[in-house]
Protein backbone atom coordinates (compact mmCIF):
# COMPACT_ATOMS: atom_id res chain seq x y z
CA UNK A 1 0.00 0.00 0.00
CA UNK A 2 1.24 3.07 -1.14
CA UNK A 3 0.58 6.17 1.40
CA UNK A 4 -0.63 4.17 4.42
CA UNK A 5 2.15 3.50 5.95
CA UNK A 6 1.72 2.98 9.64
CA UNK A 7 3.21 0.79 13.01
CA UNK A 8 1.18 -2.70 12.77
CA UNK A 9 2.24 -2.76 17.02
CA UNK A 10 -0.18 0.54 17.56
CA UNK A 11 -3.24 -2.08 16.29
CA UNK A 12 -6.21 -0.58 14.26
CA UNK A 13 -7.03 3.32 13.70
CA UNK A 14 -10.86 3.80 15.31
CA UNK A 15 -12.59 6.39 13.42
CA UNK A 16 -15.15 8.31 15.66
CA UNK A 17 -18.65 9.26 13.87
CA UNK A 18 -18.48 13.30 13.32
CA UNK A 19 -21.79 13.70 15.67
CA UNK A 20 -19.65 12.02 18.51
CA UNK A 21 -17.20 14.39 17.79
CA UNK A 22 -18.94 17.60 17.56
CA UNK A 23 -20.70 16.60 20.97
CA UNK A 24 -18.53 14.92 23.54
CA UNK A 25 -15.05 15.32 21.37
CA UNK A 26 -12.47 12.04 20.60
CA UNK A 27 -12.34 11.37 24.21
CA UNK A 28 -15.92 11.31 26.15
CA UNK A 29 -14.26 10.54 29.53
CA UNK A 30 -12.27 13.67 29.05
CA UNK A 31 -14.95 15.55 28.42
CA UNK A 32 -17.34 14.40 30.92
CA UNK A 33 -14.62 15.63 33.78
CA UNK A 34 -14.39 18.93 31.79
CA UNK A 35 -18.18 19.47 31.98
CA UNK A 36 -18.20 18.11 35.45
CA UNK A 37 -15.23 20.34 36.65
CA UNK A 38 -17.19 22.93 34.99
CA UNK A 39 -20.03 22.75 36.55
CA UNK A 40 -18.76 22.46 40.30
CA UNK A 41 -16.83 25.36 39.49
CA UNK A 42 -19.92 27.37 38.23
CA UNK A 43 -21.95 26.02 41.92
CA UNK A 44 -19.30 27.08 43.68
CA UNK A 45 -19.04 31.14 42.09
CA UNK A 46 -22.46 31.57 41.63
CA UNK A 47 -23.21 29.93 45.07
CA UNK A 48 -20.55 31.56 47.43
CA UNK A 49 -18.97 34.40 45.32
CA UNK A 50 -21.27 36.32 42.77
CA UNK A 51 -25.08 36.08 43.72
CA UNK A 52 -27.46 36.46 40.83
CA UNK A 53 -30.07 39.27 42.03
CA UNK A 54 -33.11 40.65 40.15
CA UNK A 55 -33.87 43.87 40.98
CA UNK A 56 -37.73 44.41 42.25
CA UNK A 57 -38.89 47.96 42.81
CA UNK A 58 -38.43 51.08 41.67
CA UNK A 59 -36.31 52.66 44.61
CA UNK A 60 -33.31 52.87 42.90
CA UNK A 61 -33.56 53.85 39.90
CA UNK A 62 -32.28 55.36 37.81
CA UNK A 63 -29.07 53.61 38.29
CA UNK A 64 -30.91 49.81 38.84
CA UNK A 65 -33.73 49.42 36.34
CA UNK A 66 -36.91 47.45 38.20
CA UNK A 67 -36.65 43.63 36.52
CA UNK A 68 -32.88 43.83 35.86
CA UNK A 69 -30.52 41.43 36.87
CA UNK A 70 -27.35 42.42 38.43
CA UNK A 71 -24.94 40.51 40.35
CA UNK A 72 -23.61 40.73 43.95
CA UNK A 73 -19.70 40.25 45.06
CA UNK A 74 -18.86 38.69 48.62
CA UNK A 75 -15.45 38.97 48.21
CA UNK A 76 -14.28 42.85 48.45
CA UNK A 77 -15.82 42.82 51.81
CA UNK A 78 -13.24 40.08 53.22
CA UNK A 79 -10.60 42.72 53.08
CA UNK A 80 -12.14 46.16 53.08
CA UNK A 81 -15.31 47.85 54.84
CA UNK A 82 -17.88 49.08 52.54
CA UNK A 83 -17.54 52.65 51.39
CA UNK A 84 -19.89 55.83 51.00
CA UNK A 85 -20.90 55.69 47.42
CA UNK A 86 -21.43 51.42 46.58
CA UNK A 87 -24.22 49.87 46.41
CA UNK A 88 -24.35 47.21 48.38
CA UNK A 89 -26.65 44.26 48.70
CA UNK A 90 -28.48 43.73 52.52
CA UNK A 91 -29.81 40.41 53.54
CA UNK A 92 -32.97 40.00 55.16
CA UNK A 93 -33.32 36.52 56.73
CA UNK A 94 -30.99 35.38 54.51
CA UNK A 95 -29.49 35.84 50.73
CA UNK A 96 -32.87 34.74 49.19
CA UNK A 97 -34.44 37.88 49.69
CA UNK A 98 -32.15 41.45 49.67
CA UNK A 99 -32.06 44.81 49.43
CA UNK A 100 -29.81 46.71 46.97
CA UNK A 101 -29.33 49.86 48.31
CA UNK A 102 -26.48 53.04 47.87
CA UNK A 103 -24.27 54.19 51.37
CA UNK A 104 -24.71 57.12 52.29
CA UNK A 105 -23.21 57.27 55.48
CA UNK A 106 -19.86 55.28 57.63
CA UNK A 107 -19.72 53.98 60.90
CA UNK A 108 -19.49 57.21 63.57
CA UNK A 109 -20.52 59.77 61.18
CA UNK A 110 -23.75 61.97 61.78
CA UNK A 111 -26.37 62.18 59.36
CA UNK A 112 -29.67 63.99 58.78
CA UNK A 113 -31.94 64.72 55.49
CA UNK A 114 -33.08 68.33 55.60
CA UNK A 115 -35.59 69.80 52.43
CA UNK A 116 -34.13 66.22 50.59
CA UNK A 117 -30.42 67.00 50.93
CA UNK A 118 -28.17 64.58 52.97
CA UNK A 119 -25.75 66.30 55.60
CA UNK A 120 -23.39 64.25 56.99
CA UNK A 121 -21.30 65.53 59.92
CA UNK A 122 -22.48 68.75 58.78
CA UNK A 123 -21.30 69.19 55.48
CA UNK A 124 -23.70 68.42 52.75
CA UNK A 125 -22.81 65.46 50.66
CA UNK A 126 -22.70 65.51 46.63
CA UNK A 127 -25.01 63.16 44.98
CA UNK A 128 -24.47 63.15 41.33
CA UNK A 129 -26.26 59.91 40.48
CA UNK A 130 -29.80 62.02 42.07
CA UNK A 131 -31.89 63.36 39.27
CA UNK A 132 -34.47 65.28 42.07
CA UNK A 133 -35.50 64.65 45.43
CA UNK A 134 -38.58 65.00 47.05
CA UNK A 135 -38.11 67.28 50.64
CA UNK A 136 -37.21 64.47 53.30
CA UNK A 137 -36.42 65.18 56.78
CA UNK A 138 -34.75 62.40 58.97
CA UNK A 139 -33.25 63.89 62.25
CA UNK A 140 -29.79 63.85 63.10
CA UNK A 141 -28.59 60.95 64.21
CA UNK A 142 -25.03 59.39 65.00
CA UNK A 143 -24.20 56.31 63.68
CA UNK A 144 -22.66 53.72 66.11
CA UNK A 145 -19.26 51.82 65.29
CA UNK A 146 -21.00 48.93 63.13
CA UNK A 147 -23.61 50.99 61.26
CA UNK A 148 -23.90 52.23 58.10
CA UNK A 149 -26.68 54.47 56.79
CA UNK A 150 -28.02 53.20 53.54
CA UNK A 151 -30.98 55.08 50.64
CA UNK A 152 -31.94 54.21 47.62
CA UNK A 153 -31.44 56.22 44.59
CA UNK A 154 -35.21 57.25 43.41
CA UNK A 155 -36.05 59.98 45.77
CA UNK A 156 -38.34 61.29 44.04
CA UNK A 157 -41.37 59.05 45.82
CA UNK A 158 -42.38 59.93 49.55
CA UNK A 159 -39.56 58.58 52.18
CA UNK A 160 -42.38 56.03 53.47
CA UNK A 161 -42.62 53.97 50.15
CA UNK A 162 -38.40 53.61 50.70
CA UNK A 163 -36.47 50.76 53.05
CA UNK A 164 -33.87 52.70 54.17
CA UNK A 165 -31.84 53.84 57.18
CA UNK A 166 -29.01 52.52 59.75
CA UNK A 167 -28.29 48.94 59.10
CA UNK A 168 -25.44 46.86 60.61
CA UNK A 169 -22.59 45.68 58.75
CA UNK A 170 -22.96 42.06 59.37
CA UNK A 171 -25.96 42.45 57.30
CA UNK A 172 -24.24 43.91 54.32
CA UNK A 173 -23.78 41.00 52.01
CA UNK A 174 -21.82 42.80 49.21
CA UNK A 175 -21.38 45.35 46.63
CA UNK A 176 -23.54 45.05 43.51
CA UNK A 177 -20.93 44.75 39.83
CA UNK A 178 -22.76 47.34 37.67
Keep these: MIGAMRDPASGPVA ?3 LWQRMLVG ?38 LRNGSVNLVNRVPYLWREPRRGEIVAI ?22 VQRGQVWIN ?12 EP ?21 MPKELHWGGAIKRSRIVGSTLW
Excluded at 140 to 156: A, H, I, S
Aim: glycine letters at 8%; charged letters at 25%; one cysteine or more.
Design 26 to 63: KNPKVTLVRALLLGVGCWLVFRHVLLPVRVNGISMEPT
Design 122 to 133: GQLLDEPYLREA
Design 136 to 156: WEIERRTLGPEDYFVMGDNRT
Design 15 to 17: SVP
Design 91 to 112: RTTGTSIMYLKRIIALPGESVE
